[in-house]
């Protein structure tokens, strides 16, 4: 009786594991242990301006905490992160409790290993980002890849410290050059096959004549 008790429960153990690691972990259930910041100077105050502005973001322990908090952290990655009302009419930047699920941080701003001291990157805004409002978290994962505790420069309710992107609107003065560039090709492709359909028009002529 006792071994089916043990082989049971341990039954219970292994698919509870493959079910975090299956449906992914929740947020609620982090620890906010990580200090995040985030500066950036930009001529339009908190307008930045994406591939443009730069960004830089410090995040590492918080040092109030009891020692051996950070035991389980191995690597660290920082994203951008929309504010709620960049979240709206947008659900496809929904945000879940399930990590697995949650949209709310889609882009990667960096990854390092773990380090408890405070660490800085500086961060251009990559040109593919889209215009809103954001803020900057960090999660910290365990060897295995799964999230254990986070950080953010913003407060539960994502008000405060926040600042905005202006995507790229128009066409790229790259692309203006090529354009350019093609449209004078095309025009001299199109004199050189006329004036080749002429000299061969004048030559058939003097054929017909001789």
């Known amino acids: 009786m006792a071994s089916r008790v043990g082989i049971l429960l341990a039954s219970v153990f292994v698919l509870s594991c493959l079910a975090e690691t299956s449906y992914g972990v929740l947020f609620s259930s982090l620890k906010q242990s990580l200090v995040v910041t985030a500066t950036h100077v930009a001529a339009n105050g908190t307008l930045l301006k994406a591939g443009e502005d730069k960004i830089s973001v410090t995040w590492g322990l918080n040092q109030s905490l009891p020692a051996g908090t950070d035991s389980a952290y191995k690597t660290v990655k920082v994203k951008l992160c929309y504010t709620p009302v960049s979240q709206v009419d947008c659900p496809w930047r929904k945000t879940v409790d399930n990590l697995v699920k949650d949209k709310t941080c889609q882009k990667k701003i960096v990854a390092r290993p773990y380090n408890a001291s405070m660490e800085t990157f500086e961060w251009t805004v ?82 017909v004549g001789n």
Not at 132 to 154: I, K, L, P
Not at 169 to 189: E, Q, W, Y
Request: aromatic letters at 12%; charged letters at 25%.
């Open 126 to 207: 990559e040109r593919d980002v889209p215009t809103g409002t954001y803020y900057v978290r960090a999660y910290a994962f365990d060897a295995e890849g799964v999230e254990v505790a986070y950080g953010q420069n913003t407060g539960p309710k994502k008000d405060s410290n926040l600042f905005e992107v202006q995507s790229i609107t128009g066409r790229h003065v790259t692309m203006d050059i090529v354009s350019v560039c093609f449209s004078v090709f095309s025009i001299l492709s199109l004199a050189g096959f006329f004036i080749a359909e002429k000299t061969r028009a004048k030559s058939s002529k003097r054929n």
